[in-house]
C-alpha cells in the first residue's frame, strides 16, 4: 500500500459526461502529479500541483482541469467525455518537488460508452 | 525533448535472467527509475538509479546505465513468473515529473 488513495477504482459513463476523481496523497506530502494511462498513448503526465498551486502542465486536454485543496487532496475534473478518454488515471504524491520517489495510488479505471 | 524508448516485449523462461532496455533523451535527467505494473494493478517503484552512478544493485535487480549512450537496462536474475508484468522506464524530469517509455511486457514461462 503506497499511501496514495483514488477514489472511485471504476467508473463508467457516457459521452459528453462529466466526472471527479479525487486523489488523498500520503500524508505530509505537498505534491501530487496527475498521469493518464491509455492503450496508445501510454503513460502520460498531466498536471502537477504543490501545496495548492499548479506547478507543470502535461499534454492536459483543455476539457480536464484539476485542483489541490488545502487539506491537500486533489480532483480532477474530466468534462465533455469523449470515447478516447476512456482510460486509467493515475495520481502520484511526494513530499516536495525535487524528490527521489513518488509514490502511485491504484488508480481509476474510465470507461466511457 | 524528453523522450523514453523501451522494446515493447520480451519472453524469458523461468529461472532465466531477464534484461529489458531502455534509452532516454534528457541528458539533464537526474534519477531513472523502473517500475513494475501487475495486471489490474497501479504502479510499483523497483528501484531507481542516480545519473552519476554506473549501477545499482537490489536483490535480483541490477540496473545499468550508461549515460553516454543514454542507455538504462534493468537486469532480473533466476526470473520467476511472479516477475510477468508491465515494466516501465521513467526519466525524471524538471519539477519533478516522470517521463515514462511504452513499457516492457515481460511474459515468463514456466
Known amino acids: 500500500d503506497s499511501g496514495v488513495t483514488q477514489t472511485p477504482k471504476h467508473l463508467i459513463t457516457a459521452t459528453g459526461q462529466r466526472v471527479t476523481l479525487r486523489c488523498s496523497p500520503r500524508?505530509?506530502?505537498?505534491?501530487v502529479y496527475w498521469y493518464q494511462q491509455s492503450l496508445d498513448q501510454g503513460l502520460q503526465f498531466l498536471i502537477q500541483?504543490?501545496?495548492?498551486?499548479?506547478?507543470a502542465k502535461g499534454n492536459i486536454l483543455e476539457r480536464f482541469s484539476a485542483q489541490q485543496f488545502p487539506d491537500l487532496h486533489s480532483e480532477l475534473n474530466l468534462s465533455s467525455l469523449e470515447l478516447g478518454d476512456s482510460a486509467l488515471y493515475f495520481c502520484?504524491?511526494?513530499?516536495?518537488?525535487?524528490?527521489?520517489?513518488?509514490?502511485f495510488g491504484q488508480g481509476t479505471r474510465l470507461t466511457v460508452v | 525533448g524528453e523522450d523514453v524508448e523501451q522494446s515493447l516485449f520480451l519472453s524469458v523462461r523461468e529461472g532465466d535472467s531477464s534484461v529489458i532496455n531502455c534509452t532516454y533523451t534528457?541528458?539533464?535527467?537526474?534519477?531513472l527509475y523502473w517500475y513494475k505494473q501487475e495486471p489490474g494493478a497501479g504502479l510499483q517503484l523497483l528501484t531507481y538509479?542516480?545519473?552519476?552512478?554506473d549501477m545499482k544493485q537490489d536483490q535480483r535487480l541490477t540496473v545499468l546505465l550508461n549515460k553516454k549512450d543514454k542507455h538504462l537496462s534493468l537486469r532480473i536474475a533466476d526470473t520467476q513468473t511472479g516477475d510477468s508484468a508491465i515494466y516501465f522506464c521513467a526519466e525524471k524530469g524538471n519539477t519533478g515529473k516522470l517521463i515514462f517509455g511504452q513499457g516492457t511486457t515481460l511474459q515468463v514461462k514456466p
Open positions: 502520484a504524491s511526494s513530499p516536495n518537488t525535487g524528490d527521489t520517489e513518488a509514490f
Open positions: 500541483y504543490y501545496n495548492g498551486e499548479e506547478r
Open positions: 534528457d541528458s539533464s535527467s537526474t534519477y
Open positions: 538509479i542516480f545519473s552519476n552512478m
Open positions: 500524508s505530509g506530502d505537498l505534491s
